[in-house]
């Protein structure tokens, strides 16, 4: 069965620092999404993507992250200067519709930690 | 706004015992509702899905049923084993094109033998 992937598993990254975290959605979806995880909370969202443009993004996603699809199977997450409390598990999901019935597809996440 | 809420854990069982993990909703309109899972340092992995009113989503004998009167979504299972320690999150998905999931913050079940 085809799968999200996602790398690196973990990173570790110093306060200030760019990040930017990879995924390769499953081939035939058409919105992409990013969702966050710190450590024992809930999983939240952070951005979706259709179309080459956001569609949707959470008040986390402020100017200091960024999304992109440079090609036609990548889609990243940057951070542009870290910091701490964005340590956690960062998720990215895809889906092939758009109706509410269709279930997002995760990758197993990225662990960032900002030092 | 939409939101879900379940109920607190860690859930506690002991092999063989029934199940059941308590998950209402908050939402404009009539929401598809999911409930997923995460295995110990594994990703989201979907459960069961139930899209419209009295719907029932099954899966590895999972059941959950779709509540309009009661806005609820209760996961249940009859029989758990000890593989089924994880944490389960239920979540909720207008039926806006592309919109994205909405979770509740995950009940931890932990089952021992």
């Given at each position: 069965e085809p799968e999200v992937t996602q790398t690196p598993s973990h990173q570790v990254t110093q306060m200030g620092q760019e990040v930017i975290l990879r995924c390769v959605p499953i081939s035939n979806h058409l919105y992409f999404y990013w969702y966050r995880q710190i450590l024992g909370q809930k999983v939240e969202f952070l951005v979706s993507f259709y179309n080459n443009e956001i569609s949707e993004k959470s008040e986390i996603f402020d100017d200091q992250f960024s999304v992109e699809r440079p090609d036609g199977s990548n889609?990243?997450?940057?951070?542009?200067?870290?910091?701490?409390?964005?340590?956690?598990?960062?998720?990215?999901?895809?889906?092939?519709?758009?109706?509410?019935?269709?279930?997002?597809?995760?990758?197993?996440?990225?662990?960032?930690?900002?030092? | 706004?939409?939101?879900?809420?379940?109920?607190?854990?860690?859930?506690?069982?002991?092999?063989?015992?029934?199940?059941?993990?308590?998950?209402?909703?908050?939402?404009?309109?009539?929401?598809?509702?999911?409930?997923?899972?995460?295995?110990?340092?594994?990703?989201?992995?979907?459960l069961l899905k139930a899209t419209k009113a009295d719907d029932k989503g099954s899966n590895k004998g999972f059941e959950a049923t779709y509540r309009k009167e009661t806005t609820s979504f209760h996961l249940e299972k009859g029989s758990v084993q000890v593989s089924d320690s994880a944490v389960y999150f239920c979540a909720l998905r207008t039926n806006q094109a592309g919109t994205a999931l909405i979770f509740g913050k995950g009940t931890t079940l932990s089952v021992s033998s």
């Open positions: 889609f990243t997450l940057k951070i542009r200067s870290t910091k701490l409390e964005d340590s956690a598990m960062y998720f990215c999901a895809s889906m092939n519709l758009g109706q509410g019935s269709s279930p997002l597809h995760f990758g197993n996440g990225t662990r960032l930690t900002v030092t | 706004g939409n939101s879900v809420t379940q109920m607190e854990g860690p859930v506690t069982l002991s092999e063989e015992a029934f199940l059941t993990i308590n998950c209402t909703y908050t939402a404009t309109g009539y929401p598809s509702l999911f409930w997923y899972v995460q295995y110990p340092g594994e990703g989201l992995q979907l």
